[in-house]
């Protein structure tokens, strides 16, 4: 057995060109695991569990674009604006600047942005001789994870996380002195999830799509360079990813069985495998909208370039099915002590993918 730990602090870093001058954002990282294996029964029965676990947390500085004091106001230097108040609340949405003024009505924004990351990952392996030519494997593995960081200004945060399973079983059955059939069985299971959230409380009247519960995205499609600031910065977005949240989970059933066999200078393996993959996967395409602005006037002006808000039928459903097949016969030829031949043949193949319930279009002819 073993314990062990792997630890690192942020006091030895240094400095970031964009960190603070009055020192580094914290930063703090744990791996710490245990492994434990031995004998359940005498030349029989074996085991091996091991744990392992990762915990950090990260900040860095980062750097947003936003709308400076001035132009707040409608103050900017093309000339003054009245600033629509359906845009003041999404405009309130942009923290305060606190870096240079950019021209143009733009100034920095540096901001710490917490990354924290964890994740868990679990083993074991149990082994066991059936009778004297029989021989037992299983093998599991758990991993799981969890990160998020912000999502263009410190306002919003992305949040994703991932499980992922796999499970061995495997036979061997000695045939003869000569011959060795090996058959195993695997499931693979992993899923992930990408979704967005608000760090500051969202009035329900600025989602785009009251029933989606969630703000959609504002965007800005050109470069800011028109306001005779010479500013070639681009406004940071806001809002959440239009195509978000999402959903993905994969199921893989896997078969094998394998016949190797020696007859004097020839090792001989034939054998197949077979896979049935389900991919399932859910987003929103557009579903919270997403408004785009082709300057900093157009959107405090509320004059947006365009505007994509797709209905509930544009959700993406794909839940996809398919088989692959994989036949082969190999032969290690020992010709001589300074010649070997490796000749085989494979074939494999996969069926044709399929969508459950048929279901593959978001467009209503409507």
């Keep these: 057995g073993s314990v062990y730990e792997f ?21 703090s990282r744990n791996q710490f695991g245990v492994s434990l294996g031995g004998p359940i029964k005498k030349d029989r029965s074996f085991f091996f ?15 947003a674009i936003v709308p400076d004091a001035n132009a707040r106001n409608g103050i900017l230097p093309s000339g003054n604006v009245t600033v629509s108040p359906a845009v003041i609340p999404f405009l309130n949405l ?20 917490s990354q924290p990351a964890n994740q868990n990952y679990v083993s074991g392996k149990f082994d066991q001789q059936l009778s004297v030519n029989d021989h037992l494997m299983i093998r599991y593995t758990y991993t799981g994870a969890n990160t998020s960081q912000a999502f263009s200004v410190p306002t919003f945060i992305s949040d994703n996380t991932s499980r992922n399973q796999y499970l061995t079983l495997q036979e061997t059955h000695t045939l003869s002195s000569y011959t060795i059939n090996s058959a195993s069985f695997g499931f693979n299971r ?18 785009f799509v ?67 993959y389900q991919d399932n996967k859910q987003f929103v395409l557009d579903g919270a909208g997403n408004y785009t602005f082709n300057t900093l006037q ?34 290690n030829w020992r010709v001589n002590d300074k010649l070997t031949l490796t000749l085989g043949l494979r074939y494999e193949f996969n069926t044709m993918p399929t969508i459950v319930g048929g279901h593959y279009a978001n467009l209503d002819p409507i």
Excluded at 308 to 329: E, K, L, N
């Design 94 to 113: 942009y923290p305060a600047a606190n870096g240079p003024d950019l021209g143009g009505g733009l100034a920095q924004l540096n901001y710490a942005n």
């Design 190 to 207: 992993s899923r992930s999830d990408l979704g967005y959230k608000a760090t500051v409380p969202i009035d329900n009247s600025m989602f």
């Design 210 to 276: 009251p029933d989606r519960g969630i703000m959609g995205g504002i965007t800005f499609g050109a470069l800011i360079s028109q306001f005779g600031g010479g500013s070639n910065a681009q406004v940071s977005s806001i809002g959440t990813d239009g195509t978000g949240p999402i959903e993905s989970a994969s199921n893989i059933y896997q078969f094998e069985d394998m016949v190797t066999h020696i007859a004097g200078k020839h090792t001989l393996k034939f054998g197949g495998q077979f896979r049935r």
């Design 298 to 331: 157009n959107f405090l002006t509320a004059n947006p370039a365009n505007v994509v808000i797709c209905p509930s039928y544009c959700d993406q459903i794909h839940d996809w099915r398919t088989s692959w097949f994989g036949f082969y016969a190999n032969d």
């Design 7 to 27: 630890a690192r602090k942020g006091a030895m870093d240094a400095r970031n060109y964009f960190d603070p001058t009055t020192g580094v954002p914290p930063f």
């Design 49 to 63: 569990i091991n744990y392992e676990g990762f915990r950090q947390s990260l900040t860095t500085t980062s750097v």
